[in-house]
């Protein structure tokens, strides 16, 4: 069985009691890895270290710290085959889709070493002689990571590139159900030379450790990715220290597809963006609104291409799509959504049940799901089910396409499908939601801002607005003597 320590003031480390916890292969149910329970001691000698270490890492010029997340971001590219193996194995994801994410990682720490260069002030003239406004950016101090498992890597990267970039130290808080990849990630950065203290990395139940994290005095900034339950709970800990935070939460992705869409690249944007990793995606398409005159196409074209998906281990088989979902209870989930919906009169068009086969006898294996006749009263149509579930709606015309994107508390993105410039604009402006891809289905770039509205939270992550929630602003008025 494979150990691995967390990291602390510049070393790898057991937790104080020497308790562990153990990581499940998602496409075995077979425990595989265990690594250290993090008791609130640990947390706060990693608060504690990366306090300490801020005064020197936030004197560098941005562009000592950038030679680091450079090199960094190198280490990560070699080792990416044996990082995206792990994550595979604890997440689930096929193989190159997990190689995928290790390697973006590695491009999100290069854009955050260049975009760290790019923190302009401004100077402001002053209705008096000789004197002036100047604004300057400083880091926020010691900053507070917490993700979840669907990108294990990803997610921590924005945070670590944004945090460190920017001059601030980190103490990132991994994700229980996949902690392996992300600390490998984190050695890639610590084999970079960064000084101790700088990153910290530590492992456990995020109910005990984050709480510390989000509670604690000498924490100034939490960059929080998880559900919108957890998110307000994040929020409502840092009120008593008045941290700055950022919250990317929940969503409930509308897709929209009109009359006049590009037909066969809805269709590939619905089957990709639908079921990737499962559906574990927070902008996964939970809900797609298809003009009533091309529903029955639609439908049929879509639960088509959706049965040509291949599901299996993403360790071992070749081709692979699909592999397994990350947790048991989001398997439970998404059942539960099915079954409410179905009871309330929607119909299964493909999926609905685990794959049949010996293969699938031990895992979290469950067929990609299209839902029609659904309505707004079933949970798969106004909750995040976090599945490989989607629901497919006719609408009328376009006002009553917004309505229906816009009813649900979420506003992370939507996705439209329209050939016409007018439309596009139109929709685009209209849906509430802080990503709106148009005849495309990746509503996120690394150099564009990225976050919600409503109960998909605030704050942005990617672009250099992800590195100004590491920021101070300042103001100095100067008279010139
Ligand atoms: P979760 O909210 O249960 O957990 C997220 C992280 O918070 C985990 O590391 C967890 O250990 C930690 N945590 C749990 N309790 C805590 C507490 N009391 N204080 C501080 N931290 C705590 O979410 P999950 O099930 O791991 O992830 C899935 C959710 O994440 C989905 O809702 C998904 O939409 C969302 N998500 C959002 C984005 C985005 O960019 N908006 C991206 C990915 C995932």
Not at 184 to 195: E, M, N, R, S, Y
Not at 242 to 268: H, N, T, Y
Not at 321 to 331: E, K, N, Q
Request: net charge negative.
């Amino acid at each position: 069985m494979m150990h691995e320590k967390m990291f602390i003031a510049g070393k790898w480390v057991e937790s104080e009691t020497g308790d562990t916890f153990k990581v499940i292969n998602p496409a075995t149910e077979e425990v595989f890895a265990e690594v250290p329970l993090a008791t609130p001691n640990d947390v706060e000698r990693a608060i504690a270290a990366a306090d300490g270490a801020f005064t020197d890492w936030s004197a560098l010029t941005p562009f000592e710290r950038g030679r680091y997340l450079r090199k960094a971001s190198s280490t990560i590219l070699e080792r990416s085959k044996e990082i995206a193996k792990l994550m595979t194995m604890e997440q689930g994801k096929p193989l190159a889709e997990a190689e995928g994410e290790v390697k973006k990682g590695a491009d999100i720490l290069r854009y955050y070493a260049e975009e760290g260069e790019r923190v302009y002030g401004r100077i402001i003239a002053n209705a008096e002689v000789d004197m002036e406004s100047m604004v300057i950016y400083q880091p926020i101090g010691v900053a507070a990571a917490i993700s979840p498992w669907n990108y294990p890597i990803e997610l921590l990267a924005w945070k670590v590139g944004g945090a460190l970039a920017s001059g601030c130290t980190l103490v990132a808080k991994l994700p229980s159900e996949t902690p392996l990849s992300p600390l490998a990630f984190i050695k890639c950065v610590v084999d970079a030379g960064i000084p101790a203290g700088v990153l910290n990395a530590v492992t456990g139940p995020g109910s005990v450790i984050g709480a510390i994290l989000t509670a604690h005095p000498l924490v100034k900034k939490v960059a929080f990715t998880g559900s919108t339950e957890v998110g307000k709970g994040v929020l409502k800990s840092t009120a008593d220290t008045l941290k700055k935070v950022s919250l990317e939460l929940g969503g409930s992705l509308p897709m929209v597809i009109c009359s006049d869409c590009d037909m066969d690249a809805a269709v590939a944007g619905a089957v990709r963006r639908s079921f990737r990793n499962m559906g574990q995606i927070c902008i996964a398409i939970n809900r797609i609104y298809v003009s009533q005159d091309i529903y029955e196409e639609f439908i049929e074209r879509f639960a088509e291409a959706t049965e040509k998906l291949v599901i299996g281990n993403g360790l071992t088989d070749d081709p692979c799509d699909l592999g397994p979902m990350c947790t048991s209870s989001g398997l439970e989930k998404t059942m539960s959504h099915i079954k409410d919906a179905v009871g309330k009169g929607a119909k299964i068009v493909c999926g609905g049940k685990r794959p049949s086969g010996e293969k699938f006898e031990k895992g979290y294996f469950f067929e990609p799901t299209i839902l029609r006749d659904v309505d707004h009263s079933m949970l798969v149509m106004n909750e995040e089910t976090f599945g490989p579930l989607v629901g497919v709606m006719p609408f009328k015309n376009l006002e009553e396409a917004v309505k229906l994107a816009d009813d649900t508390k979420y506003g992370l993105a939507a996705i439209v499908f329209t050939q016409d410039i007018s439309t596009a604009r139109r929709l685009s402006h209209l849906i509430e939601a802080g990503n709106i891809a148009i005849n495309n289905v990746d509503a996120g770039v690394i150099n564009a801002p990225y976050g919600g509205w409503k109960d998909s939270g605030f704050g942005v992550e990617h672009g250099p607005e992800g590195l100004y929630e590491y920021l101070h602003i300042k103001h100095i008025r100067l008279r010139y003597i």
